[in-house]
């Protein structure tokens, strides 16, 4: 949607089963950190950043780089947090950057986003259900646009790629504005 927008993209993405469209520069990564680190240097001339899913919020502190020997396997997984990426990178904006988050929530729809909008100083959250079947692995999805200054707007049920389309329009001003 946003190169259809006229924007550049860059899709920095984890394992994925899409096909990634041409025009955009992807940037396929496996870990949290890796994510992370492929963001970095991208964020600076960055004029919109959308982000519409955590990749993972805790991680083994220990990998093994070998297959651990039945016996000596611990039944016991010690895990640590990940680095908040969207948080992290809401705290090195530059002026005039736009910040775009997702909260899929299962219940308190409304308020969690909000509080997660104000806590990853982001410009707008696309608050969706995903309990009941909600959005993961549906065409269609209903969604809640709310903003800083306070906005609620509401779209949906309508196919993922007009919803796209919609959060894009809402969000942004054109590329030639930017």
């Given at each position: 949607a946003a190169l259809e927008a006229g924007w550049d993209v860059d899709l920095?993405?984890?394992?994925?089963?899409?096909?990634?469209?041409?025009?955009?520069?992807a940037h396929p990564v496996v870990t949290a950190e890796a994510m992370f680190q492929a963001?970095?240097?991208l964020f600076p001339r960055c004029h919109l950043l959308l982000m519409c899913?955590?990749?993972?919020?805790?991680?083994?502190?220990?990998?093994?780089?070998?297959?651990v020997k039945k016996d000596d396997l611990s039944l016991q997984v010690t895990f640590e947090r990940t680095r908040d990426i969207l948080k992290t990178l809401?705290?090195?904006?530059?002026?005039?950057?736009i910040l775009v988050g997702f909260?899929?929530?299962?219940?308190?729809?409304?308020?969690?986003?909000?509080?997660?909008?104000?806590?990853?100083n982001l410009d707008w959250i696309v608050a969706n259900s995903v309990?009941?079947?909600g959005a993961f692995e549906a065409a269609d999805n209903t969604v809640t646009l709310l903003g800083k200054s306070g906005a609620a707007l509401?779209?949906?049920p309508a196919p993922k790629l007009d919803v796209a389309r919609w959060i894009i329009r809402q969000t942004t001003p054109s590329p030639c504005e930017s």
């Open positions: 920095v993405h984890g394992p994925v089963a899409l096909t990634i469209p041409d025009g955009v520069r963001c970095t240097p899913a955590a990749v993972c919020d805790i991680k083994p502190v220990s990998v093994s780089p070998l297959k809401g705290e090195r904006r530059n002026p005039g950057q909260a899929a929530e299962t219940d308190n729809l409304e308020s969690y986003a909000r509080q997660k909008l104000r806590q990853k309990s009941a079947g509401h779209f949906g």
